[in-house]
C-alpha cells in the first residue's frame, strides 16, 4: 500500500537508516524492510496482503534521490497531500509524483524522464 511504504519511508528517513525491523523478529511476520531491493511492481502489492512489501518504501527512496538532485529537499513531504487513503502505486502514487514535479521540481522536463526511467526499470 502506499500509506504504508510512504509511512515506512518517513521512519526510515527519521532513522537515517536504509532498513527497518531487521531484528524484530519474536512479532515480526516478515524479515524486514530494505530500500535497496530488487522488486520489480506486482498487482498484488495494491492489496492489504502485501502491504509489509517493501517495493514503495524503495521506490519512494529512490524517487527522493531523483528529485534531490534537481534541488527539491521536501518533495515526498509535499507529495503527501497528493496521497489518498486508497491510493494506488500505479496510478494514484505515479500520478501525484508527476503531478508535484510539475509544481516543485526546479526542471520539470528533464527530471520527470528520470523519474519515468525509474518508474519503467521498476515494472510499473
Keep these: 500500500s502506499v500509506i504504508e511504504g510512504m509511512a515506512d519511508y518517513f521512519a526510515s528517513k527519521i532513522a537515517n537508516s536504509k532498513s527497518l525491523a531487521m531484528k524484530i523478529k519474536k512479532y515480526n511476520t516478515f524479515d524486514g524492510k530494505k530500500v535497496d531491493n530488487n522488486h520489480l511492481y506486482r ?3 495494491e ?22 538532485t534537481n534541488n527539491n529537499n521536501h518533495f515526498i513531504y509535499q507529495l503527501r497531500n497528493r496521497i489518498e487513503t486508497n491510493s494506488s ?9 508527476l503531478a508535484e514535479c510539475n509544481k516543485s521540481c526546479n526542471n ?11 518508474f519503467y526499470s521498476k515494472g510499473i
Design 47 to 68: 492489496s492489504t496482503g502485501m502491504a509489509n512489501e517493501d517495493f514503495v518504501l524503495g521506490l519512494l527512496w529512490k524517487i527522493d534521490e531523483i528529485v534531490e
Design 43 to 45: 498487482q498484488e502489492f
Design 89 to 97: 502505486i500505479r496510478n494514484g502514487l505515479l500520478k501525484a509524483v
Design 108 to 118: 520539470p522536463q528533464s527530471t520527470k524522464l528520470e523519474l519515468m526511467r525509474l
